[in-house]
């Protein structure tokens, strides 16, 4: 039981990073902007790794991390 909700939970999550960037460039009148939705989701994984892994005294590290709080 708990894996499915937990699958759930996650599809869910998963599926609504695209859907909330397509929505926010939609006013861009972009010809492909599900491609454009997911290099802004690459992006954003990205930046949530460095700010987890990076060193704390790397700028790009630190400001993702200050970002998180």
Do not use: N, Q
């Not at 454009?36 to 460095?50: D, Q, S, T």
């Amino acid at each position: 039981m708990l894996t499915s909700v937990r699958e759930t939970l996650v599809d869910t999550h998963r599926a609504w990073h695209p859907k909330t960037y397509e929505e926010l460039i939609e006013p861009l009148d972009l010809t492909d902007r599900a491609a454009v939705a997911e290099a802004l989701l690459v992006l954003r994984v990205g930046a949530m790794v460095a700010g987890y892994l990076g060193d704390p005294r790397d700028r790009p590290a630190r400001t993702c991390g200050e970002a998180r709080r």
